[in-house]
């Protein structure tokens, strides 16, 4: 009898999991996986929301082809993502250098740190940022104490990316936390063997630093580089959803909002959807592709 029932153990444990599982399985299932295809689809349709969808087969993926909008808001994203990635991880490998040192009150610094990354993509930000870099904002007046009138930074096409690059470069919390814990797991023993052999704080930076802190650097890289090419909520506040002035700030995920939800064009919207996720994907897959030439773990 007691064999029976330590075997009778383990499947009632294992029925008991698959029933706190319905709720995940059907979140994924009517959450994320039936609206997925959905807009597999409807990327293929052509769908105003109002009348059934048409099937038009490659058309809106021709469409895109000969979309100024849509090249206009390619531009965009890569300018912010090539610009504000190297940026942000570099400010938070810098403050997580800093912060390593062993200072006082680390606690307390490294969650006054990570708070932008907590609010850096909400509409509240977005709001005071407007207002920072807005005409008569607290930039324009700093500046005008030194003889500088720019006026509104997002009024201006060659300065409003710029605010929403340093809006994501300001979010460096979540990165810097990262690269902190990464750096406390670097032994202190390689330290004293590089400063026995002449080394000095450069030479221990470039030869046992960054090889050992590469794995966090490449995860770092894929989470903010995905997380650049989905932004959305900064450039919809900060633009009043135009991605103005002259498209210099129309984020692709903004321009897919504009087609879905401004024009009701969900079949058009969908496709471009669809592309923004392939391109995401081919991207990491490089990343994985180079990280072999210049990531080094344990056992290499």
Avoid: C
Wanted: charge should be neutral.
């Amino acid at each position: 009898m007691p064999i029976t029932r330590a075997r009778r153990g383990p499947r009632g444990q294992g029925g008991a999991a698959h029933v706190f599982l319905i709720p995940w399985w059907l979140g994924l299932v009517l959450v994320t996986a039936v609206p997925l295809l959905a807009s597999l689809y409807l990327a293929f349709t052509d769908y105003n929301i109002l009348s059934s969808p048409e099937f038009n087969g490659l058309a809106n993926f021709r469409r895109m082809f000969e979309d100024g909008y849509f090249w206009a808001a390619v531009r965009v994203t890569l300018v912010y993502v090539l610009i504000s990635i190297p940026l942000q991880l570099g400010f938070a490998l810098l403050l997580a250098l800093i912060l390593d040192r062993g200072l006082r009150g680390l606690a307390f610094y490294r969650s006054a740190f990570y708070l932008p990354s907590l609010l850096g993509s909400s509409v509240a930000v977005a709001i005071l940022w407007r207002q920072v870099f807005g005409d008569n904002g607290l930039i324009d007046r700093a500046l005008s104490g030194f003889g500088l009138e720019l006026g509104s930074w997002l009024q201006n096409p060659s300065l409003s990316l710029s605010t929403l690059i340093v809006l994501n470069v300001w979010t460096f919390g979540s990165p810097m936390v990262i690269f902190l814990a990464g750096l406390r797991q670097i032994p202190e023993e390689l330290y004293e063997a590089a400063r026995v052999d002449g080394a000095g704080v450069v030479r221990q930076f470039t030869a046992v630093t960054i090889p050992l802190l590469t794995p966090i650097i490449f995860f770092n890289l894929i989470l903010q580089t995905i997380g650049a090419f989905q932004s959305f909520t900064q450039a919809h506040v900060v633009s009043g959803g135009t991605g103005g002035p002259a498209n210099s700030t129309l984020f692709y995920t903004l321009y897919i909002y504009q087609q879905g939800f401004t024009n009701f064009d969900m079949g058009y919207a969908s496709a471009l959807a669809w592309v923004l996720m392939a391109a995401i994907a081919v991207v990491t897959a490089v990343h994985f592709v180079l990280s072999k030439y210049w990531v080094f773990y344990g056992d290499d």
